[in-house]
């Protein structure tokens, strides 16, 4: 592996950057490595400023389910850039792409798009708030919501992986409203709701948690939480930021049974580009301005290039319908993985969900935030990196997802395997 362009360009980086970096998991700072910069990318393959090449396990953080540089994709993105690249004003294709979301999910009527799933959390809570004229937001120990100071409480991802659990220049009174319960724990969403009664406007969850590691949300404590917010007129708003469209065309809400009031959607719909959105009933959604007294705007909400992006992506999607082959994919890959730790020795467990999975160093189950804090991190950073000295990049976190794209081949995985057999764990 070649570093020497990449060593200078994270010394440029750091110079002018806070830790050299955009987001702070970048940084492989929980891995105890420097950071790669890329070059370009393409399929199921990342390229490096020094020209090595490694299979892509992270895609983006989910986006590139259709893989890097699609060229179905980029044609139309062309092809709106060409036109000129934000008005300020309503295009057609904005209509265009809500309808395909509003098709696709039944609890979705109408759309609000923003530039970022943090955006459209920030907006969905408003809006519950708004709707139900109480102020407090039931969210799960270890869910990542977004960097919005009300949700950054107990919060997962790179705030779990740099043992910062919340974050300094949050007010105490911007988080007094924020309830923790238990992931997968129906009781302490209970206790809560009694200790609370009548003060609870929403119950904030991801269905299939990607930022504590790919833990799924048993579909009875879904089917509760559903019934608790019913039965106490406080709205559910499920985070969709990741599964959507990711494991299925649309939201998991079909497959687990639950429709949620409010649901926030991104990567994905954005084939790449930056966007978020939330939608839900009509009759919560029309409290937005200019329709109703909620105020919610930006600059770039429903940007042209992020919204034909999108729109080309989830067509590609609904036409090729590979959520069963990358399903079946994943877990040819995880089982490869299990086979050759059992063989090693090495205490794991894998969560696999779609096309979405985390390896976690723990002799398991892991089901919430306290299961997968188990986890042996010095062992998956050795793991890290020794796969990225052999051309395989995953997230450099023990507490994110991995993802596949309908590029990756079983060529891929068999090179994935082979370079796993190699290491000493």
């Known amino acids: 592996m070649r570093t020497q362009k990449n060593e200078r360009s994270f010394k440029d980086a750091v110079k002018v950057m806070p830790g050299g970096v955009n987001s702070p998991v970048r940084a492989f ?31 983006s953080w989910g986006p590139m389910i259709l893989g890097h540089a699609n060229k179905a994709v980029l044609d139309e993105v062309k092809k709106t850039m060409a036109k000129g690249t934000s008005y300020g004003v309503p295009t057609t294709i904005e209509t265009d792409l809500a309808k395909v979301i509003t098709g696709a999910i039944e609890s979705v009527q109408k759309v609000r798009f923003v530039s970022s799933g943090t955006e459209a959390v920030m907006t969905a809570i408003r809006l519950a708030r708004a709707a139900t004229g109480k102020d407090k937001i039931i969210k799960f120990v270890g869910g990542y919501h977004g960097h919005v100071d009300h949700m950054l409480v107990s919060a997962g991802s790179g705030a779990l992986t740099l043992g910062m659990p919340s974050s300094p220049g949050v007010p105490k009174d911007f988080t007094k409203h924020t309830l923790l319960a238990r992931y997968n724990d129906l009781d302490s969403v209970k206790n809560i709701f ?13 269905p299939v948690a990607g930022n504590m ?43 687990v049974g639950v429709k949620a009031d409010l649901t926030c959607l991104g990567k994905i719909i ?7 959105a939330v939608g839900g009933r009509a009759s ?19 940007n042209p290039v992020c919204v034909a992006a999108g729109l080309a992506t989830l067509k590609i999607l609904k036409v090729q319908k590979p ?35 985390t390896l976690f160093f723990t002799a398991g189950p892991v089901t919430d935030y306290d299961s997968a804090l188990k986890s042996d991190t010095k062992k998956f950073a050795k793991y890290f990196k020794h796969m990225l000295n052999a051309g395989i990049y995953l ?31």
């Open 270 to 276: 954005g084939g790449g580009f930056p966007i978020g």
């Open 323 to 357: 959520y069963t082959a990358l399903e079946r994919r994943t877990k040819h890959l995880c089982a490869q993985i299990t086979q050759t730790l059992n063989k090693a020795g090495v205490e794991h467990t894998i969560n696999q969900v779609g096309s979405m999975f």
């Open 29 to 59: 700072k929980a891995v105890g490595a420097a950071p790669i910069f890329i070059d370009k990318a393409k399929d199921a393959y990342l390229y490096d400023v020094d020209g090595n090449r490694y299979i892509d396990y992270c895609m």
């Open 213 to 255: 590691g790919v833990i799924p949300a048993k579909k009875d404590f879904l089917k509760g939480l559903r019934v608790l917010c019913t039965k106490n007129k406080s709205i559910l708003i499920f985070d969709e930021v990741i599964t959507g469209f990711r494991l299925g065309f649309g939201s998991i809400q079909k497959k």
């Open 284 to 302: 919560i959604m029309n409290n937005l301005s200019p329709q109703g007294p909620v105020y919610q705007a930006g600059t770039l909400s429903g």
């Open 194 to 206: 009694k200790k609370y009664s009548g003060k609870i406007a929403a119950v904030i969850i991801e």
């Open 395 to 425: 997230p450099p976190s023990q507490f994110e997802a991995n993802f596949l794209s309908t590029k990756h081949t079983d060529a891929h995985i068999k090179r994935t395997i082979e370079v796993l057999k190699k290491i000493k764990l």
